[in-house]
């Protein structure tokens, strides 16, 4: 099996290395893909000094879904992972990501993210959920791994979203019957030295973002409006107690509110046409085929340049 890796990166320059410090200690034969968003932080040259990657992609747009499409059309493994940049794979990721997507009942994986705190090391586990019927089985974006066939059945990521992007891809997974495994062995360590923990996050696109990917998925349907505003009932009672505590101002709280309400009806407005405009399972009318411009820049080290030798000419007769 012959295996790819994609790194979006994003102004993490220090991050990014320990990313591929680990990929070549840990995955040697794999093709590494790195994908460079507008970075100002002299990624380019540190990339480029290195001989451990073989593609290296510049982009424009800062979407980390427009990123991984791109690492994806390039990325010539028969299977293809995504690792963040501030991921560093473990001793073994590897052996893990073959001997799952080996099976032939498994088309994507994924695994724990170890993460350091105070008292020791913390990981996700399998998070499913059942929707219309539908068992979904969501994956961290920063480290799984696909086969060929299911990530182009799906058609990539959806570079409509901002956020949210792994969460939709899983639901068009599961649409078109791919099987999404978990395996203790896929797992990363997470650097989390310059996480931006701020609490003040973006509430109008995290809800922008679910309200278009389930009405795009499963149709303008009172459940998925009912999930939906439940989900922003329950975050807005949560901020209240920030008002009480004096943390926010009342003014804030009821900004951010009609902030998220406003961009639930964006968001369910936008997912009901990309609906319209792709009804095959793969529902993604903003995906890996849509467009063919996402590369300003490409750098392939893959193969070299062939050497022509000068022509001997022939002595005159």
Same mark, same amino acid.
């Given at each position: 099996?012959?295996?790819?890796?994609?790194?979006?990166?994003?102004?993490?320059?220090?991050?990014?290395?320990?990313?591929?410090?680990?990929?070549?200690?840990?995955?040697?034969?794999?093709? !590494?893909? /790195?994908?460079?968003? $507008?970075?100002?932080?002299?990624?380019?040259?540190?990339?480029?000094? =290195?001989?451990?990657?073989?593609? *290296?992609?510049?982009?424009?747009?800062?979407?980390?879904?427009?990123? =991984?499409?791109?690492?994806?059309?390039?990325?010539?493994?028969?299977?293809?992972?995504?690792?963040?940049?501030?991921?560093? /794979?473990?001793?073994?990721?590897?052996?893990?990501?073959? +001997?799952?997507? &080996?099976?032939? #009942?498994?088309?994507?994986?994924?695994?724990? !993210?170890?993460?350091? !705190?105070?008292?020791?090391?913390?990981?996700? @586990?399998?998070?499913?959920?059942?929707?219309?019927?539908?068992?979904?089985?969501?994956?961290?974006?920063?480290?799984?791994?696909?086969?060929?066939? &299911?990530?182009?059945?799906? +058609?990539?990521? %959806?570079?409509?979203?901002?956020?949210?992007?792994?969460?939709?891809? &899983?639901?068009?997974?599961?649409?078109?019957?791919?099987? /999404?495994?978990?395996? $203790?062995?896929?797992?990363?360590?997470?650097?989390?030295? %310059?996480?931006?923990?701020?609490? +003040?996050?973006?509430?109008?696109?995290?809800?922008?973002?679910?309200?278009?990917?389930?009405?795009?998925?499963?149709?303008?349907?009172?459940?998925?409006?009912?999930?939906?505003?439940?989900?922003? /009932?329950?975050?807005?009672?949560?901020?209240?107690? +920030?008002?009480?505590?004096?943390?926010? @101002?009342?003014?804030?709280?009821?900004?951010?509110?009609?902030?998220?309400?406003?961009?639930? &009806?964006?968001?369910?407005? #936008?997912?009901?046409?990309?609906?319209?405009? %792709?009804?095959?399972?793969?529902?993604? $009318?903003?995906?890996?085929?849509?467009?063919? #411009?996402?590369?300003?820049? *490409?750098? #392939?080290?893959? @193969?070299?340049?062939?050497?022509?030798? %000068?022509?001997?000419?022939?002595?005159?007769?």
């Amino acid at each position: 099996m012959e295996l790819s890796v994609v790194v979006p990166t994003l102004n993490g320059r220090e991050r990014l290395a320990s990313c591929l410090d680990a990929l070549a200690a840990y995955a040697p034969d794999a093709e !590494v893909v /790195v994908v460079n968003g $507008p970075s100002a932080d002299g990624t380019t040259g540190m990339i480029r000094e =290195r001989d451990d990657v073989d593609v *290296l992609i510049e982009v424009s747009d800062r979407k980390l879904n427009v990123a =991984r499409n791109a690492g994806l059309s390039t990325a010539s493994g028969d299977a293809i992972a995504l690792v963040g940049q501030d991921n560093a /794979v473990e001793p073994t990721w590897a052996e893990g990501v073959r +001997d799952a997507l &080996a099976d032939a #009942d498994t088309d994507a994986v994924t695994g724990p !993210v170890h993460r350091s !705190v105070r008292a020791g090391v913390t990981a996700e @586990t399998e998070e499913s959920r059942t929707i219309d019927g539908r068992e979904v089985t969501y994956f961290e974006g920063g480290n799984v791994a696909f086969t060929r066939e &299911a990530i182009e059945a799906v +058609d990539g990521f %959806d570079e409509y979203l901002v956020t949210g992007g792994a969460r939709d891809c &899983a639901h068009r997974l599961a649409a078109n019957d791919y099987e /999404v495994a978990w395996s $203790p062995s896929v797992c990363v360590i997470h650097d989390d030295a %310059d996480d931006d923990e701020d609490d +003040d996050r973006d509430w109008g696109w995290k809800y922008r973002a679910l309200a278009y990917r389930l009405v795009k998925n499963y149709g303008p349907r009172p459940g998925v409006f009912a999930r939906t505003f439940r989900d922003a /009932v329950s975050d807005a009672a949560s901020n209240a107690s +920030d008002v009480i505590r004096g943390e926010q @101002t009342p003014s804030g709280w009821i900004g951010s509110g009609k902030r998220v309400t406003k961009s639930i &009806a964006v968001g369910s407005k #936008d997912g009901l046409w990309s609906r319209l405009r %792709d009804r095959s399972d793969a529902r993604n $009318p903003n995906g890996l085929s849509a467009r063919a #411009d996402r590369a300003v820049e *490409l750098y #392939d080290w893959r @193969t070299a340049p062939e050497t022509v030798d %000068d022509p001997v000419e022939e002595p005159e007769q």
